[in-house]
């Protein structure tokens, strides 16, 4: 009789979880760990682990999250491409997650179509990945957003003759198209133009060139972190700045995360962005106090933070509304349209018809704000859309 009592007891317990309807979602996470860009991974990473730990209590009883995390060490399509079949035929994940880079967007998009596997970008910004597959949505931006805006708004503030400079990669070829288009129209003029190798680039000769050629503005793009950092010395250490040249460009020139690194040379450097840590938003202000009680009073979220925070946000909406049942199109469904006016930049929203981001972006300057230097707000473009895609008419 005991042992049947306690047979009994057991064999709930066990059922238990399937009787509430326990199920663990997988989510593939393919990010950069390691390399010289670790530290944009860190920023994804970090604000995935703590949207987890602060909403995982809101998913519907037995429903449990399991991250699986791949690390495609820097801008390298072929091991993302791996990594993706990988996380879909071995570890038969519902959804994909992260990339820092476009090429590895790029990489992935026929995989996650022939599976069927939704993949949430948090970050690879080049307009066109979103086109190149139905199981796409991103939450992190285009360098269309920011460019184009940025090249509309130094023609308009009086700068006449401009310099561009840009990685030579997919969000270096767009922010360069973004900016001369938003520049030209309004009557700017191109003085010169150039496109700087990603890996390890020697910055000093590109800024030679640029001071020889005496535009009134340069306007730059390469990837946010130490790359930033190293370019705002170059400017600095050949006197661009003393030469009478304004620097320019969407705000990876100036992340916020590397502002402490870079010294005054910063000071005053004009950016289109979407998202400064430095915004007196109270969603905002909330999301910087729980990153830094988590991580340190020193370490600063930057718009790469965000858009692992972001994109957290939408795939708990889709698992919560699923019941933790994940179907691809239901989510794809989920996704497109879904809002969240708490997000730390501003209002955001997934685009139906594009399944990409819809946000604000504003027109920021390095300030000195107690003490340290941050992309201080002073206009807002309201719910701006992917300018590629308006002016291409893309899906
Ligand atoms: C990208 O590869 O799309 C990318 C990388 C770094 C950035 C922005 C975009 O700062």
């Known amino acids: 009789m005991r042992f049947w009592k306690s047979f009994i007891a057991t064999a709930a317990v066990a059922l238990l979880p399937w009787a509430a309807g326990a199920q663990t979602v997988k989510i593939g996470i393919i990010n950069t760990y390691s390399g010289p860009n670790a530290t944009l991974g860190e920023q994804i990473d970090n604000a995935i682990k703590l949207h987890l730990k602060e909403y995982e209590k809101n998913l519907p009883p037995g429903v449990k999250i399991e991250l699986i995390r791949r690390d495609d060490t820097g801008p390298n399509p072929e091991v993302a491409k791996r990594l993706a079949q990988e996380l879909i035929t071995r570890d038969k994940v519902n959804m994909l997650a992260g990339v820092v880079w476009t090429p590895n967007a790029f990489a992935i998009a026929p995989l996650a179509t022939e599976a069927k596997v939704p993949f949430m970008i948090m970050n690879a910004g080049t307009s066109a990945i979103t086109t190149t597959s139905p199981y796409i949505a991103r939450v992190s931006f285009t360098l269309w957003q920011s460019s184009y805006p940025m090249g509309q708004w130094a ?4 700068i006449k003759r401009a310099y561009v400079a840009v990685s030579d990669f997919g969000p270096g070829h767009d922010a360069e198209a973004a900016f001369i288009k938003g520049f030209s129209d309004g009557g700017g003029q191109i003085v010169g133009q150039v496109r700087m190798p990603l890996a390890n680039p020697d910055f000093v000769p590109f800024m030679q060139r640029v001071k020889d050629a005496k535009p009134e503005a340069l306007f730059v793009f390469i990837p946010a972190g130490r790359q930033a950092t190293a370019i705002m010395k170059a400017f600095g250490d050949l006197g661009l700045g003393q030469a009478g040249i304004k620097l320019i460009g969407p705000g990876d020139i100036t992340t ?5 690194n870079m010294g005054d040379v910063a000071l005053g450097v004009i950016t289109v962005h979407h998202y400064t840590s430095a915004a007196t938003r109270p969603a905002n202000q909330a999301f910087v106090q729980a990153w830094k009680r988590e991580y ?3 370490s600063i979220p930057a718009f790469m933070a965000v858009g692992g925070w972001d994109g957290m946000a ?19 469904a989920l996704w497109k349209g879904w809002k969240n006016d708490q997000s730390p930049r501003g ?5 139906p018809e594009t399944r990409d981001i819809v946000q604000n972006e504003y027109v920021r300057r390095v300030e000195r704000v107690g003490g340290a230097l941050a992309n201080v707000e002073f206009e807002t473009i309201p719910a701006v859309k992917d300018p590629w895609k308006i002016i291409n008419d893309k899906k």
């Open 314 to 332: 939408a795939i708990l909406h889709a698992v919560r509304e699923q019941k933790g049942r994940i179907d691809p199109d239901r989510t794809m």
């Open 256 to 260: 916020d995360e590397e502002l402490p």
């Open 347 to 351: 209002p955001i929203m997934i685009d």
């Open 296 to 298: 340190g009073q020193n």
């Open 155 to 158: 023609a308009k503030n009086n």
